[in-house]
């Protein structure tokens, strides 16, 4: 268990610094200046003790002729502190821009790849606990570079400077610095990655589950007061809160251990190098001035050793941090573009499924086998079935959310495998059943089908879509800001703005899922007439839940368990006896009767 344990840490620490080292050599002069103004300032450092006791030698002396050199030795000190300082203070300015820059260039190519990832992703994965991934990784960047550059490169420069300061004048002093100073920093190493590390690595994933509990309740609040469970949901977090509390202590109780330890340690490497010096005193081969070299390098590199302690439990908790966001950098994005994939050029918005096979994921059995299906250019067809029989996939592999297993889907001839994602979807608008919008003004989601429409444009949009007039009659128009997913909507206006934003696309295809859903039978009629002027000439597909919004279309395709079984206008397929759409149509019909009795 022990063994695993150390192997998945020995993973994390491969895996975040290798990422680490692939960001730094975007800067590589930037990281060598860095590097060396910090071994600069710490090799200065290693020359202070070697003056100071240069100073106690010519103290001890006394007399005229040690005067010159007491002030020379004072002189030297002043000199090294200040030169220390001023390179240092260079350091810290210039990994102030290397460590931003990093930041912002992981964030947004986390940003990058989680808008990538698949649909599928997506829904399996809380928006709010990819957030704090994101986030919490900036931030561990920022405390690596800290911990590599400014705190662990200067304490390893101390300490071989040291070692090889006082090895060159009593060996046996080098021996004892370095193997003590080895044996700590092993120590040290193994307590913070074997014992520290996994009780953090399970706080991180419980800070992690908690924020994305928050998000997922506050984002849902309305479902939340709907049924009053504002209790129930605040039970919930507290037994998520309690797992981080007690993991998150269990983590910080380990460390203040492992600190206690360190110090121990460092007791025992004081008493041996100081020993060692009034040993050396005692046969006379050290002199005061001696003394003070060895307890002033000892003191300076002791900070060092006791900060090396601090800094791998940061090391640790840094890798813990990033690690997250470093497996959004490493996790496949699922649908790439091809290399050589070109931009869409879609003109007519003729579609054709070829001999197409596509299961989901690991399912066993696929959806679609051997499928095949052209939609002519100009053509209105909706799709008509029970849940699950492959409406809502045939769209998405037009969009090409999903890849095919096997055979082609093509638009006017090409393959769209050979097409960029993005130009391919900008040319394909959808009304979405359940509309999202974006918590920003009502112009600026109308127009993001074409960011630059003009407001006269956009006004138009609004109109066809029987959205103007109740935009207007808001206090700020169309500069009204619309709440997250627009919560400051009614569904009914949210699906007029969506139905607007697909107007403004004026794409040659056009994907309807059941757009008219959410309106009022006023609307709902405005609606239709505007759909059916925004169809001519474009290809369009409509997924019908409801079987009255497609009786005017070209062709209907009836799927079930991923084949189409029928097809034909309503009223071919309304006269098949026992026919699917017939059968649905028929219950339907005898729902909406029995609602009008009741009312």
């Known amino acids: 268990m022990a063994s695993s344990k ?22 590589p002069w930037t990281l060598g200046a860095m590097l060396g103004a910090f071994m600069l ?48 203070q260079i350091g810290f300015m210039t990994i102030i821009q290397f460590t931003l820059r990093m930041m912002a260039d992981t964030a947004q190519n986390a940003f990058r790849r989680v808008q990538r990832f698949s649909t599928d992703w997506h829904a399996n994965t809380f928006a709010g606990s990819t957030v704090r991934k994101v986030t919490r990784g900036m931030w561990g960047i920022d405390q690596l570079n800290d911990v590599l550059i400014i705190f662990m490169f200067p304490s390893l420069v101390m300490l071989v400077g040291t070692t090889i300061m006082l090895g060159l004048i009593w060996p046996m002093m080098g021996v004892i610095i370095a193997v003590g100073s080895v044996i700590y920093i092993v120590l040290t190493v193994w307590l913070s990655v074997s014992f520290v590390s996994p009780a953090a690595s399970l706080a991180n994933m419980w800070d ?35 797992k981080w509390r007690s993991r998150t202590a269990r983590t910080w109780n380990r460390g203040t251990l492992n600190g206690g330890i360190q110090g121990a340690m460092l007791i025992v490497l004081r008493t041996a190098i100081v020993g060692f010096a009034i040993l050396l005193w005692q046969q006379g081969v050290a ?30 908790r840094a890798v813990n941090d990033m690690e997250e966001l470093v497996d959004v950098h490493l996790a496949p994005v699922g649908i790439e573009d091809r290399p050589d994939a070109k931009p869409a050029m879609i003109e007519e918005g003729h579609i054709a499924f070829e001999n197409v096979t596509f299961q989901y994921g690991r399912h066993a059995n696929p959806l679609y086998s051997d499928f095949s299906v052209t939609i002519p250019a100009g053509q209105r067809v909706g799709l008509v079935g029970h849940s699950g ?53 009502l112009a600026e989601n109308i127009a993001y089908a074409r960011p630059g429409a ?37 569904g009914g206006e949210r699906q007029r703005v969506a139905i607007a934003r697909a107007f403004l ?11 008219t859903s959410s309106l009022d039978s006023e609307s709902e009629l405005l609606i239709q007439k505007a759909m059916e002027r925004l169809m001519v000439g474009r290809t369009t597909i409509v997924i019908a839940h409801r079987l009255s919004t497609v009786r005017s279309l070209d062709r209907l395709l009836v799927f079930d368990k991923g084949r189409v079984t029928e097809e034909g206008t309503h009223e071919q397929l309304v006269g098949r006896d026992g026919g699917i759409y017939r059968r649905l149509f028929e219950r339907q019909a005898l729902e909406l009767t029995r609602g009008m009795k009741v009312a």
């Open 6 to 27: 150390l192997a998945k840490e020995g993973d994390a620490y491969r895996k975040v610094l290798g990422f680490t080292l692939r960001q730094w050599r975007h800067q």
């Open 41 to 88: 300032a710490t090799v200065l450092d290693v020359l202070t003790p070697l003056y100071a006791g240069r100073l106690v030698d010519a103290v001890a002396r006394g007399g005229d002729a040690a005067l010159g050199a007491a002030i020379e030795a004072f002189a030297v000190l002043i000199a090294l502190g200040l030169g220390a300082v001023i390179v240092r």
């Open 208 to 242: 992690t589950r908690m924020g994305g509990a928050l998000a997922d309740a506050i984002s849902c609040n309305a479902v939340v007061k709907g049924f009053g469970a504002e209790d129930r949901e605040e039970e919930r977090l507290s037994h998520v809160v309690g």
């Open 287 to 316: 002199a005061a001035g001696d003394i003070a070299l060895v307890l002033t390098s000892f003191f300076v590199l002791q900070g060092y050793l006791r900060d090396i302690g601090q800094h791998v439990r940061n090391l640790q």
């Open 389 to 441: 029989s492959g409406k809502t996939t045939f769209v998405k592999l037009i969009q090409r959310l999903h890849d095919v297993t096997g055979g082609r889907i093509t638009i006017d001839g090409t393959d769209i495998r050979d097409m960029t994602q993005a130009s391919l979807r900008s040319q394909i608008a959808i009304v979405q059943q359940e509309p999202i919008l974006f918590h920003r003004s």
């Open 454 to 490: 003009t407001r006269r444009e956009i006004m138009e949009a609004a109109r066809l879509a029987s959205a103007h007039d109740f935009i207007e009659a808001l206090p700020k128009g169309y500069e009204t800001l619309v709440g997250e997913r627009g919560v400051k909507l009614s």
């Open 505 to 515: 696309a004026d794409s040659p295809i056009l994907i309807l899922d059941e757009a």
